[in-house]
């Protein structure tokens, strides 16, 4: 088999990166995949590439450049990994689940997510762009609108859902678990995460150009230092040679140390049992809404055969009924929302699913059409005043 030879015209000092490459070419043509993140700090400059074959008919390749932003949406899109994020954390790799996600702020590019549960917003922007310069708020706009949809997550899922059926014929939660190779029970945790993070307005901004001019990068470094936005810039000098393609990643802004996998100040999450659990909800709860938390808990407590206490930034529980389902009917948290686990149920026992929703619907709660591959949540004033039907409907299926 043919070797292909890529070799620096000038070697870059300090570089952990040896100047010359051998790569094996697949089939009789040159097959190069070829993406690093200079260290930060070089004074760098646009590298001249020979590529050559056999050692023969070398040729050099200049510099290219994405023609339209569709385009660089298109090819982040298709090859996330040009998102160093591995510069900032090593084991981190990103899964772009949507392009062109709506919000009342305009459509984002991209909308990525981590296997910790972090999620990213990323806006592609070329340098040419007149508007390039306000970039920054931009992807913070984008933040905030998002963050809207904290108060429907089930809304959000299925917008994703329409987007990662279209491209991978999968639902999200199953390309996610595919991705990142997850169990079930893995990839829904995943999921949980992500949706605490949507109700926290935690989102890391990743802004990606085909070139970058200092005083964007300043301002970036300046934002980080003094807020607890992650905003990253991320450079893409891009060579193309017949129909093959090299991609040079640089990303600015993790000069200033945050932990990605963070969206509580720790990246230890905290696992709950009944005594913090209900200290917790002592101190988020006011007296009268206390009460009806507890009542809750205490018929779960009477009548339940296990109770799963959940980890995170604030307080869940989950009773399990093992004479309608192995599953947990419902989840309440000291956030104040309860979310009926259809999706959970539905897989174990259909029947319980049907007779849980039907007894839902008959006391006010309204769900969509797909109901069965959701796990609705309420606020408290949806569900508070419902309190002691709630626990009727669940008695009745008991019995």
Same mark, same amino acid.
């Given at each position: 088999m043919a070797k292909s030879r890529i070799r620096h015209k000038n070697p870059i000092i300090g570089s952990p990166y040896t100047p010359y490459w051998e790569t094996n070419a697949r089939d009789s043509g040159l097959y190069l995949w070829w993406a690093f993140c200079i260290h930060?700090?070089?004074?760098?400059?646009?590298?001249?590439?020979?590529?050559?074959?056999?050692?023969?008919?070398?040729?050099?390749?200049?510099?290219?450049?994405?023609?339209?932003? !569709?385009?660089?949406?298109?090819?982040?899109?298709?090859?996330?990994?040009?998102?160093p994020l591995y510069d900032i954390k090593e084991d981190i790799r990103l899964l772009i689940l949507a392009r062109e996600f709506p919000t009342n702020s305009g459509p984002i590019d991209a909308i990525g997510i981590d296997k910790f549960g972090e999620l990213y917003i990323v806006e592609t922007k070329l340098y040419k762009n007149p508007d390039k310069r306000i970039v920054i708020a931009q992807v913070i706009d984008y933040g905030a609108a998002l963050w809207k949809h904290s108060n429907d997550f089930n809304e959000f899922l299925s917008i994703l859902d329409e987007h990662t059926q279209r491209v991978f014929s999968l639902r999200t939660t199953e390309k996610i678990q595919s991705f990142f190779q997850l169990s079930e029970e893995e990839a829904t945790?995943?999921? !949980?995460?992500?949706?605490?993070?949507?109700?926290?307005?935690?989102?890391?901004?990743?802004?990606?150009? !085909?070139?970058?001019? !200092?005083r964007l990068k300043d301002l970036i470094l300046y934002v980080n230092q003094n807020s607890q936005f992650d905003i990253y810039a991320v450079e893409l000098e891009y060579y193309k040679h017949d129909t093959y393609e090299i991609v040079i990643p640089r990303i600015f802004g993790a000069e200033v140390k945050k932990d990605i996998a963070v969206s509580s100040g720790s990246s230890a999450r905290r696992k709950w049992d009944e005594r913090s659990m209900l200290e917790d909800a002592k101190q988020k709860f006011n007296p009268d809404e206390l009460v009806l938390f507890e009542k809750i808990y205490n018929f779960s407590k009477e009548n339940a055969d296990l109770i799963n206490f959940g980890t995170g930034s604030y307080a869940t529980f989950s009773p399990i009924f093992e004479k309608l389902c192995s599953k947990s009917l419902f989840t309440l948290g000291t956030d104040k929302r309860l979310s009926f686990n259809f999706e959970w149920v539905g897989h174990d026992n259909p029947e319980t699913m049907g007779k849980l929703k039907e007894g839902l619907d008959k006391i006010g709660f309204k769900f969509k059409e797909d109901y069965s591959n959701t796990r609705p949540s309420f606020p408290f004033e949806d569900w508070s005043l419902k309190t002691d039907e709630i626990i009727r409907v669940i008695n009745n299926l008991l019995s």
């Amino acid at each position: 088999m043919a070797k292909s030879r890529i070799r620096h015209k000038n070697p870059i000092i300090g570089s952990p990166y040896t100047p010359y490459w051998e790569t094996n070419a697949r089939d009789s043509g040159l097959y190069l995949w070829w993406a690093f993140c200079i260290h930060h700090g070089l004074n760098y400059k646009p590298m001249a590439i020979i590529i050559s074959q056999n050692g023969k008919n070398a040729v050099k390749v200049e510099k290219s450049t994405f023609e339209k932003e !569709d385009s660089l949406q298109q090819y982040i899109y298709q090859n996330p990994e040009s998102i160093p994020l591995y510069d900032i954390k090593e084991d981190i790799r990103l899964l772009i689940l949507a392009r062109e996600f709506p919000t009342n702020s305009g459509p984002i590019d991209a909308i990525g997510i981590d296997k910790f549960g972090e999620l990213y917003i990323v806006e592609t922007k070329l340098y040419k762009n007149p508007d390039k310069r306000i970039v920054i708020a931009q992807v913070i706009d984008y933040g905030a609108a998002l963050w809207k949809h904290s108060n429907d997550f089930n809304e959000f899922l299925s917008i994703l859902d329409e987007h990662t059926q279209r491209v991978f014929s999968l639902r999200t939660t199953e390309k996610i678990q595919s991705f990142f190779q997850l169990s079930e029970e893995e990839a829904t945790a995943l999921i !949980d995460k992500s949706k605490r993070n949507l109700n926290d307005g935690v989102f890391h901004f990743v802004i990606l150009m !085909d070139k970058l001019d !200092d005083r964007l990068k300043d301002l970036i470094l300046y934002v980080n230092q003094n807020s607890q936005f992650d905003i990253y810039a991320v450079e893409l000098e891009y060579y193309k040679h017949d129909t093959y393609e090299i991609v040079i990643p640089r990303i600015f802004g993790a000069e200033v140390k945050k932990d990605i996998a963070v969206s509580s100040g720790s990246s230890a999450r905290r696992k709950w049992d009944e005594r913090s659990m209900l200290e917790d909800a002592k101190q988020k709860f006011n007296p009268d809404e206390l009460v009806l938390f507890e009542k809750i808990y205490n018929f779960s407590k009477e009548n339940a055969d296990l109770i799963n206490f959940g980890t995170g930034s604030y307080a869940t529980f989950s009773p399990i009924f093992e004479k309608l389902c192995s599953k947990s009917l419902f989840t309440l948290g000291t956030d104040k929302r309860l979310s009926f686990n259809f999706e959970w149920v539905g897989h174990d026992n259909p029947e319980t699913m049907g007779k849980l929703k039907e007894g839902l619907d008959k006391i006010g709660f309204k769900f969509k059409e797909d109901y069965s591959n959701t796990r609705p949540s309420f606020p408290f004033e949806d569900w508070s005043l419902k309190t002691d039907e709630i626990i009727r409907v669940i008695n009745n299926l008991l019995s």
